[in-house]
């Protein structure tokens, strides 16, 4: 653990310096900070609650800023109790329009006697006026009570593509390849085709399908594990902005086969809200409701929230 703290430390130090030297030729990158959180309830009782504090030595606005984050993380299942703390380094340059750019989040989380260097990163380009490429990594624990105890965690790394087909149409693919510590491989291909049939409205008509094959069944009930599983769904979208607040929304239906079971409904609800993009403070957030399968049955779902906010000083 110490190991992995000095290094982190020394790539802090050596990124902020860095930043810190940039800031001051511009002279136009702001400091802020703030507390982010994340809750979750599922059917099964399993619940996650994490908190945050962020301290951000180098910001010019929500999406382009760099720094420091601490996070306390609480899982509660039926009497059992698990606490975790991670600390990480975090940025993002992000174009709000497009959301071309990158964003990181690297760190050392330690939850029962356990260490994990983790990673969530993407980096996301245009290639032409209607073809973008991003490449994503995640790296983490998995998050059932049996795979927490054992400290199992993934590798989760892929590709998407985003044609657009027209300017009222867009197809997006994505292929990928998730790694358990436990040996476990997860092959997984996702499609979405995106309507738009107002470029003034905001409102989006999906076609949602994604499917994965693990390479070995047996996980010990560690986690939700079938050989294939296969979800299509249609959704809808809406996106609206009003004096520089942004607001979204997608409900979902669907059908979801897990091996040789018979199909079963799947629903999915989101709700977000974004501040102005520049403005002395930011916030960000985001809740929702997904219903699908998991070990006791069809009838598995859950409930998240999760946001941040962010004072500019």
Do not use: C
Not at 65 to 88: M, P, V
Not at 167 to 196: C, E, K, M, W
Not at 306 to 313: D, H, M, N, Y
Request: no cysteine.
């Amino acid at each position: 653990m110490r190991r992995y703290a000095f290094a982190l430390l020394n790539t802090v130090l050596a990124l902020t310096i860095t930043r810190t030297a940039a800031a001051e030729e511009e002279k136009v990158l702001d400091q802020g900070a703030g507390p982010e959180f994340l809750a979750s309830y599922d059917s099964e009782k399993f619940s996650i609650r994490k908190l945050s504090v962020e301290y951000l030595p180098s910001m010019s606005n929500a999406d382009n800023l760099f720094g420091l984050r601490a996070s306390d993380y609480r899982y509660n299942q039926d009497g059992w109790t698990r606490h975790g703390q991670k600390l990480s380094v975090l940025g993002r340059q992000l174009d709000p329009a497009t959301l071309n750019g990158w964003a990181m989040e690297g760190g050392v989380f330690t939850q029962g006697g356990h260490t994990l260097a983790t990673l969530d990163g993407s980096y996301r380009l245009a290639l032409a006026k209607r073809t973008s490429l991003e490449v994503f990594i995640n790296r983490d624990w998995v998050e059932t009570q049996t795979a927490l105890d054992r400290g199992i965690h993934y590798t989760f790394g892929g590709v998407a593509l985003d044609q657009g087909i027209g300017p009222h149409v867009t197809l997006v693919g994505v292929a990928g390849q998730q790694y358990f510590s436990d040996g476990n491989r997860r092959d997984h291909g996702r499609l979405r085709l995106i309507y738009q049939p107002s470029l003034d409205l905001g409102l989006t008509l999906q076609a949602r399908f994604r499917a994965y094959r693990s390479s070995q069944e047996d996980v010990g009930r560690a986690y939700f594990n079938p050989d294939r599983y296969s979800e299509t769904m249609l959704a809808v979208g809406w996106r609206q902005r009003y004096q520089g607040w942004t607001g979204t929304f997608v409900a979902g239906l669907g059908r979801e086969k897990v091996a040789d079971a018979p199909l079963e409904p799947t629903r999915l609800f989101e709700i977000g809200l974004q501040s102005p993009i520049r403005a002395s403070q930011s916030l960000r957030i985001r809740a929702g409701y997904n219903r699908s399968a998991s070990f006791n049955g069809p009838n598995y779902h859950y409930r998240y929230a999760l946001g941040e906010w962010i004072i500019r000083f």
